[in-house]
């Protein structure tokens, strides 16, 4: 440099991570979920679009999507926020113990999931080639599905990782923490769609 | 990477290159202007017993596997109202050209044989209604109904009212002559 | 030892820079750490910020010459009329090809590549925040740019305009995989677009020097905060457009299906919503370089620097408001088009304050008239006419006369051109120095700069006259006899001056590289961080990172320059600090070099252009793609128990 | 105002051609060179405070400036704040008033197609234009392809329907454009000022043979319009000698009919321009070749040469066939 340098601080004392909007990868998730819930949104005004074009929303003969695999998903995935908060609180508070334990259940509840979203990929009434009401409602079922899928794969690497020596080090679990916040934002995001796929084609039977 | 696997992979992608080429071979004019005339020999579809039919006709190559031919068949099927007899591949009064029985031929030309002699119970001659290049067009559409052609060529929906599953998904069928199940 | 003891473990003794290890021997140490590894396999794991922000830039440049050819060959066309240059299917391809590889794979990567290399320097950090996310941006867009043009030597080039209109980018008239190759580069280039702006935003809120509180961040460093915000949400929306299109062409959903009640118009909403805030995307970086060059070059620091920083925020929110401008002419009703006309009058207030600031410091200042300021002159000059023809377009009754003919054509390449390309020339000529430690030659670059003004004016200006003498856009010959032979003529000259020029100007890049003057690490006598380090910097950037108490560091440092130390020396380390006043907060360890991120690219490439093909492309594609990522995410065995890794 | 726009109309363009927006021809477009003037105005106004602010700040050598050099960089003069305030008043006023003056205009093009006493709807298809002239009597309703007639001064609707991709209805003489959208109706008011012949074309992107789709436009007085009017109402001529009559039988009854209509012939296809007036229009080809014997040999022996890519097959006629055709179609005033 081309300035002698006065050295006036000594920052060997900071630590080397930090929970929420300390860490830096908090801030790459927030900029991931901005980006995918931006995507939400305009296809869910996309949504809105396609719906002001028909006179009736599940257009006959199309009956609205079956109600039972739709609600049960979204049973599953509240309840799910339970085993989430317990791993977030554990890892805000070192508990590699509790974070191993819980792990393989949020993979578990996962894989249920995807189970329950097969039934509703069945019980829409609907095909996506029928017609833009049939486009749409899958649309939304698959964005939806590819990010929890998106997800579950961070969580299984997560416990795996968690698993190994790796595991020990807090870093790890500032991003086991990001992980559960991802996963909030997960089922926030479901909820919209939820009701626009299962409810909103109902109002105007 | 060692020199040698780069060279391959350029080798793979001029393959798919040749493939990808045709599909997009745009020939506006059926043929060069000297021969527009009709030839006279068309393929006879009827042969006796179960002998190997006749070699396919040259224009073939010009007119399977490429999407600007089929997307024209597309459109002169709506334009000659084909959909009026032949619905959109199911039948009705016309025969349903998307099953796999062919009475009088599946392969491109012989249906192209069809189209320009017409076949009894209705089906009307178009020669001279139709130029041979549209009606070769339109055989290179009709083979698409049936799930004949790559996936690759065929558009998956028209900007119509929905009525068939995509092409794009609909499973490639073997040809069987019709003759050959009892029906 | 649980974690939690562990947290609180006192720092270890590892060698840190300070007070005791300084100068030679520190910078020996950090250039070994912050190295590539070596060969070909190292140059292709490189996560160096300056290393994928070069690569950005020449690719984005070589992207610039192939789309700069292929107008030459539209002008030689349009030269003279009824032309038979080229047939019209040919001249559809070149025109869709000119405007997709100018739009997605010169402008916005251009910008994003200077502001990638840029911005670590600026805000005084040692690198990006989430290098190998850099690096697979980069291998990204490359990808999608490979992609793009791969189908036009293969003469499966999209023919459908840069903006791929349904019906005739639909399953029915879009025929053959054109519109899927176009539609599968837009995922390509915005999904690398989406991560470089991730990794900006993180960037400069967490990484900026001591002391550099919002208000002292350079403006340059504003300008790419807000287009990288603008970046994250209107990205999303072509995404989204791009994957309706391709599942409409490929399984046969009826999205812009007319007949089954979807709608073309969807479309245009959904792209333009993107399409407006992505010129300001071009445009916001571009008046990032002007005020960083009128400062330096002015001799003083920016005239009201709020004003300039909040007119930055205000367009960049503005932007978001007037897409629908794009379609005046498609029958909506006439109530909303007045409220977008209020709008897009507005966005040009902003502006025309930073305008004025500009002018204000240059009034305030001494100006050096060496090329970056003059093409930051020549931007003024030409950019105000294609700000005012903005105007003048943005009234619907001139603008349902003007719509889709050359009078756009003109208006547009004003504002980019003008806006966008000269404000990067001057810049490159100012940053030259920095990036390759050599001056670029003023004789030649003045020469460049008067060829490339007046030329532009030649090539660019008739074309208002042709537009208004009615002819359309994207016309592949016109009839004899419209009063439009001479317009397009003095156009066609005007684009080889041009075309004449840059080909100067990139000669005088090249022969710098040795033959230029070796530049001292501060040539410009600059005020900013990024001249704090050598020509070119090193790896590390910062042996010590600096500290700043004033928005012209170098000017108001006197002889010493006040740092802070205590970052490890022989591990990867960069200083975090807090988002509103850049107090020190955590020592973050920076990710190593891997050849991971291109990896992942290569099998993300696999999985999108077999998509084209077939559905299942997607879930089995999805498989490497996976394996790949893990690998990358995957952390490096932890250095032996030398040192608990935390402290 | 009035003299203004039209003097700067002419001098900015050599001559107002057929296809030109400087024209003035319709009310809108009148409109249009009216309010392109006012915002010339105020614009060059506005580029020449920036150029000389420009000029001067770069050219001026004075001594106290504020620079690094005299260590007075972060200061800045007091003039600045009020000059700031000045400017964005002044902008702020100038946009306001554009804003307005377009909204006045808009009113005006609105109050001129209000009452239309004509209705026509153009279909708009690759490369062609479907003209009808709607009349609540069916046997009043005219068809024609690829050009407009149109009485001076009589204010006329034109509702604009698709039926493959986006179009962009345009006669710049006239009006604005308006797009023409496949699944939507869209419409345009034309309310011609002058007599004269005029040009339209596409105006937005629509396939390969997007350049030449243009159409002729005529705007005559109400009686040429009428006894134009009365003309295409009457069907086909009959051929009237024996080369004709040849022409006329293989256009009935060869690949033609397929996809031509002329009204009071076997000819029925409606995929394709309507021929029964087709000698009396100027073009051929919706504009690609000016209607004269020449290029209708050559157009109808091998339209792919001349428009490539468009949905008329080469036929491959023989030499007797295409004289005989070129003849029939010569007669079907």
């Given amino acids: ?205 | 990477m060692s020199l040698r696997c780069p060279n391959s992979v350029l080798a793979l992608a001029m393959i798919a290159a040749l493939c990808s080429c045709d599909r997009e071979e745009r020939q506006t004019r059926g043929k060069p202007l000297g021969e527009t005339i009709p030839t006279v020999a068309s393929p006879d579809t009827i042969f006796p017993g179960r002998a190997t039919p006749p070699p396919l006709d040259p224009r073939a190559a010009q007119y399977e596997g490429n999407a600007s031919a089929i997307a024209e068949g597309q459109r002169l099927y709506n334009w000659m109202n084909c959909a009026g007899c032949h619905f959109h591949g199911g039948g009705g009064m016309g025969v349903a050209l998307m099953d796999d029985k062919w009475r009088y031929g599946g392969r491109i030309d012989q249906i192209a044989a069809s189209i320009l002699e017409g076949r009894p119970n209705g089906m009307p001659a178009w020669r001279g209604k139709l130029t041979e290049q549209q009606i070769w067009q339109l055989a290179a559409y009709v083979r698409t109904l049936s799930g004949q052609e790559r996936k690759d060529a065929v558009s998956a929906r028209a900007d119509e009212v929905s009525n068939t599953p995509p092409q794009t998904q609909t499973k490639r069928e073997p040809l069987r002559p019709a003759d050959s199940d009892q029906q | 030892m649980t974690p939690a003891e562990r947290a609180k473990q006192p720092p270890a003794k590892v060698p840190r820079d300070g007070p005791k290890l300084t100068g030679p021997k520190l910078e020996e140490k950090l250039a070994e750490t912050w190295s590539n590894p070596p060969g070909f396999i190292g140059w292709l794991s490189s996560v160096d910020h300056k290393d994928i922000g070069r690569r950005y830039v020449i690719t984005a440049l070589i992207f610039l010459a192939l789309a700069g050819a292929l107008a030459i060959v539209m002008r030689l066309q349009l030269s003279k009329p009824d032309n038979d240059l080229i047939g019209a299917a040919r001249y559809n391809e070149i025109f869709t090809m000119h405007g997709t590889t100018m739009m997605f794979l010169f402008a916005v990567p251009v910008m994003q590549g200077m502001q990638i290399y840029l911005t670590p320097l600026m805000i005084g950090t040692r690198s990006n925040a989430f290098p190998r996310l850099n690096a697979f941006s980069y291998w990204t867009y490359l990808a999608g740019g490979c992609l793009l043009w791969v189908a036009f030597v293969l003469n499966i080039a999209p023919d459908i305009g840069w903006f791929a209109y349904p019906p005739l980018s639909g399953p029915q008239f879009g025929v053959g995989k054109r519109a899927d190759i176009w539609a599968q580069m837009v995922t390509f280039t915005e999904i690398a677009a989406l991560a470089a702006a991730v990794s900006l935003t993180a960037t400069i809120l967490k990484q900026r020097a001591p002391g550099m509180s919002l208000a002292r961040m350079p403006i340059f460093v504003w300008a790419t905060l807000v287009t990288s915000l603008m970046v994250i949400f209107s990205m999303p929306s072509v995404a989204l457009a791009s994957s309706l299109l391709l599942s409409d062409r490929l399984v046969g959903t009826h999205f812009y299906n007319p007949a089954e009640n979807g709608d073309a118009l969807l479309w245009q909403h959904l792209f333009w919503f993107f399409g407006h805030p992505e010129v300001y995307i071009i445009f916001l970086p571009a008046t990032g370089f002007v005020s960083e060059i009128v400062a330096t070059f002015s001799r003083r620091t920016i005239v009201m620097y709020p004003i300039v920083v909040m007119s930055l925020v205000a367009t960049g929110i503005l932007a978001f408001g007037l897409w629908v401008h794009h379609m005046f002419a498609t029958g909506l009703p006439r109530i909303g088009y007045s409220f977008y006309t209020a709008a897009s009058m507005s966005v040009s207030i902003p502006t025309g304050l930073q305008i004025f600031c500009w002018i204000a410091t240059l009034w305030e200042g001494r100006p050096r008239l060496q090329v970056p300021l003059l093409y930051v002159i020549g931007f003024i000059f030409t950019f105000v006419i294609g700000g005012l023809t903005g105007v003048i377009i943005a009234a619907v009754p001139l603008d349902l006369q003007l719509h889709d003919t050359y009078f756009i054509v003109a208006h547009f390449h004003y504002v980019l051109i003008g806006g966008a390309v000269f404000p990067l020339l001057g810049a490159i000529t100012y940053w030259y120095p920095k990036a390759t430690g050599r001056m670029m030659s003023e004789t030649l670059g003045k020469v460049s700069f008067w060829m490339i003004f007046l030329g532009f004016q030649l090539a660019f200006f008739p074309m208002h006259i042709a537009g208004i003498n009615g002819m359309p856009r994207r016309v592949y010959s016109y009839p004899a006899g419209m009063g439009l032979e001479l317009p397009n003529l003095l156009s066609s000259i005007g684009s080889m001056v041009v075309a004449v020029a840059v080909l100067l100007f990139v000669i005088n890049m090249v022969v710098s590289l040795r033959g230029g003057l070796k530049a001292a690490p501060n040539p410009w006598g600059a005020p900013s961080l990024e001249w704090a380090t050598s020509c070119p910097p090193p790896k590390y950037n910062f042996p010590h990172i600096p500290v700043v108490d004033s928005r012209t560091p170098l000017w108001d440092a006197g002889e010493k320059m006040s740092v802070v130390h205590g970052l490890r020396v022989e591990e990867r380390e960069l200083l975090l600090t807090t988002v509103m006043h850049a107090k020190p907060d955590l020592r973050e360890p920076s990710a190593e070099p891997s050849i991971w991120p291109f990896i992942a690219t290569l099998a993300t490439t696999v999985m999108f252009v077999s998509s084209i093909f077939s559905p299942w492309a997607v879930v089995i594609g999805a498989m490497p793609v996976i394996i790949a990522l893990t690998a990358w995410f995957w952390p490096k065995s932890p250095a032996p128990e030398r040192e608990p890794v935390i402290s | 105002m009035q003299r203004g726009g039209a003097y700067l109309s002419l001098c900015v363009t050599s001559c107002a051609g057929v296809q030109n927006a400087f024209g003035g021809q319709g009310a809108e477009d009148a409109n249009f060179v009216r309010l392109f003037a006012v915002f010339m105005v105020v614009c060059t106004v506005m580029y020449l405070i920036v150029s000389a602010a420009l000029v001067i700040a770069v050219w001026r050598r004075r001594q106290a400036t504020r620079t690094i050099e005299d260590r007075k960089h972060h200061e800045t003069s007091a003039a600045t704040r009020p000059a700031l305030i000045v400017w964005t008043v002044l902008i702020a006023v100038g946009l306001v008033g554009l804003t307005i003056a377009s909204f006045f205009t808009d009113r005006s093009n609105a109050a001129n197609g209000s009452k239309p006493r004509l209705s026509l709807t153009v279909t708009a298809n690759q490369w062609w234009w479907d003209v009808e002239y709607n009349s609540p009597d069916a046997s009043k309703i005219v068809r024609t392809a690829n050009e407009i007639h149109l009485p001076v001064g009589v204010p006329a609707q034109v509702t604009l329907k698709s039926n493959d991709v986006i179009h962009s209805f345009w006669i710049p003489n006239l009006a604005g454009k308006q797009d023409l959208i496949p699944g939507r109706v869209t419409d345009a008011q034309l309310l011609p000022r002058k007599t004269g012949l005029f040009r339209g074309q596409c105006a937005e992107f629509c396939g390969v043979q997007h350049a030449q789709m243009a159409l002729d436009v005529t705007v005559e007085s109400k009686a040429d319009f009428d006894r134009w009017y009365a003309a295409q109402l009457q069907p086909g001529r009959p051929p009237a000698n024996p080369l004709q009559l040849a022409g006329y039988r293989y256009v009935t009854t060869r690949e033609c009919s397929s996809c031509h209509n002329i009204s009071g012939t076997p000819a029925g296809g409606h995929v394709a321009p309507d021929l029964t007036h087709f000698a009396s229009r100027r073009s051929i080809a919706a504009g690609a070749l000016p209607m004269n014997r020449g290029n209708l040999y050559g157009w109808v022996a091998d339209p792919q040469s001349q428009k490539p890519g468009n949905h008329m097959p080469t036929v491959g006629l023989a030499a007797n066939d295409l004289h005989a055709i070129v003849a029939y179609l010569e007669a079907l005033k």
Wanted: charged letters at 15%; a negative charge; hydrophobic letters at 55%.
């Fill in chain 1, 1 to 205: 440099m081309s300035l002698q340098p006065s050295f006036i601080e000594d920052v060997s004392e900071l630590p080397t991570h930090a929970f929420s909007y300390r860490s830096l990868t908090w801030w790459g998730i927030i900029g991931f979920m901005v980006i995918e819930g931006a995507a939400f949104a305009l296809a869910i005004a996309a949504y809105f679009f396609l719906m002001s074009q028909e006179q009736e929303w599940a257009p006959r003969p199309w009956a609205p999507p079956g109600l039972l695999a739709g609600t049960l998903f979204t049973l599953v995935m509240l309840l799910s926020e339970i085993p989430n908060t317990m791993i977030k609180k554990a890892a805000e508070s070192y508990g590699i113990g509790m974070v191993r334990k819980l792990l393989p259940w949020m993979v578990g509840i996962g894989l249920l999931l995807f189970v329950i979203r097969g039934f509703e990929f069945n019980s829409l009434n609907v095909l996506w080639y029928d017609n833009a009401y049939g486009s749409i409602i899958w649309a939304l079922l698959f964005l939806h599905t590819t990010h929890v899928a998106t997800d579950w794969g961070d969580t299984v690497v997560l416990w795996r990782l968690m698993r190994t020596p790796h595991g020990e080090d807090p870093r790890r679990l500032v991003d086991t923490d990001e992980n559960a916040l991802y996963w909030r934002f997960v089922w926030l995001a479901w909820l919209p769609i939820y009701v626009l796929i299962y409810w909103v084609p109902r109002l105007f039977q």
